[in-house]
């Protein structure tokens, strides 16, 4: 396994500006999560996918986050208009098949946003 | 929302010490692990126990879960530095994603 991968690791935007992450899960799981953290707080979920349906979306995740697993392998999390409180890392982590819902999950490092 | 509630909020200890934290949750679970995080960093998934066990073991770990008490415990003997990370707990329902507390920080000095 190469892991979950995330990339940028870090980024750094204006107030107002879209910034778009991407993850790449561990090849064939089909479940892939996107968490986003805040300093001192645990990880909040946002949404989920299995395969390349989403089939759970958090009330955290307003209209400006978008979120896309077009082939079922890679996703990308998109945030329009960035405000300072988007200021976040934002994690995504996948679980193989045959797991259900709420089982183990498999982290990458992260995306470290800074909204100036 | 976060349905797990670890204590203490922050642990430091002395190389060599056992490290203990606590983690409540509030409605019926499936099952609830523990994950380390490092500054900066992912986390990494440690020990998972499923609502009809009451204690895991796992090299230095030991974790206990009471579901009359919707609380669980994780026990880390013989600490070493290299254990200094934040520790979470989450719980697993069925049909939703895991649920994560807001962790101990646990500092381990030599």
């Known amino acids: 396994d190469t892991g979950v991968s995330q990339d940028p690791r870090h980024k750094i935007t204006k107030r107002g500006q879209n910034v778009t992450f991407r993850c790449d899960p561990i090849?064939?799981?089909?479940?892939l999560y996107w968490y986003r953290q805040t300093l001192g707080q645990g990880p909040e979920f946002l949404t989920y996918f299995q395969n390349e349906a989403q089939l759970e979306k958090s009330r955290l995740l307003s209209d400006r986050f978008s979120a896309e697993r077009p082939k079922g392998s890679f996703s990308t999390l998109e945030i329009q208009r960035t405000e300072q409180g988007d200021s976040a890392m934002y994690l995504c982590a996948s679980s193989p098949p045959g797991t259900g819902n709420g089982e183990k999950l498999f982290f990458g490092s992260g995306t470290q946003l800074s909204v100036l | 929302s976060q349905q797990g509630e670890e204590d203490p909020q922050a642990l430091s200890i002395q190389e060599g010490e056992n490290a203990t934290m606590n983690c409540s949750y509030k409605t019926s679970i499936n099952n609830l692990q523990w994950y380390r995080q490092n500054s900066g960093r992912g986390l990494v998934h440690l020990i998972l126990?499923?609502?009809?066990?009451r204690e895991k073991h796992s090299g230095r770990l030991r974790v206990t879960l009471d579901t009359s008490k919707k609380s669980s415990s994780l026990l880390i003997t013989a600490s070493r530095a290299a254990d200094t990370a934040s520790y979470f707990c989450?719980?697993?329902?069925?049909?939703?994603?895991?649920?994560f507390g807001k962790g101990t920080t646990l500092s381990v000095s030599s």
């Open positions: 989450a719980t697993g329902q069925a049909g939703t994603a895991l649920i």
């Open positions: 090849s064939e799981h089909n479940r």
């Open positions: 126990i499923r609502s009809n066990e």
